[in-house]
């Protein structure tokens, strides 16, 4: 059985950092892609940030670019992201994503309907 387990969210204050983990068990990561998305309450969900293994690619949304950084160790089937500088605008659910399935979705990683399983999802607050 597939399960993917988001762990590192919590409260921070503006400007403050967090280190979220995707711990993915069932299947090993090898070359799949792996992407985090955020939903905030009332919000559609979009995509934060993807990282390509086969093709050593990395994307970012525009609002994170320069703040957040996705990388994975493979050997731990874990995929990380980490914040910095969290902003009043980057609250929410965040969880992660992946196919079973070497693929790679260049521009098309947004796209949640690509991706096959997801984990529950961490909680992300920023607030004074």
């Known amino acids: 059985q597939v399960q993917l387990v988001e762990s590192g969210g919590g409260l921070v204050q503006p400007g403050g950092s967090l280190k979220l983990t995707c711990k993915v068990s069932g299947f090993s990561l090898g070359n799949r892609p792996v992407a985090w998305f955020r939903q905030a309450p009332g919000k559609e969900r979009e995509g934060v940030a993807y990282?390509?293994?086969?093709?050593?690619?990395?994307y970012y949304a525009d609002s994170v670019k320069g703040r957040f950084t996705i990388s994975g160790i493979i050997s731990k089937n874990t995929v990380y992201l980490e914040m910095n500088s969290l902003k009043t605008e980057d609250p929410g659910v965040y969880s992660c994503?992946?196919?079973?399935?070497?693929?790679?979705?260049?521009?098309?990683?947004?796209?949640?309907?690509?991706?096959?399983?997801w984990g529950q999802g961490t909680q992300v607050t920023v607030s004074q």
């Open positions: 994503a992946t196919v079973p399935r070497t693929a790679s979705f260049g521009r098309y990683w947004t796209d949640s309907s690509r991706y096959d399983y």
């Open positions: 990282i390509s293994r086969s093709q050593g690619w990395t």
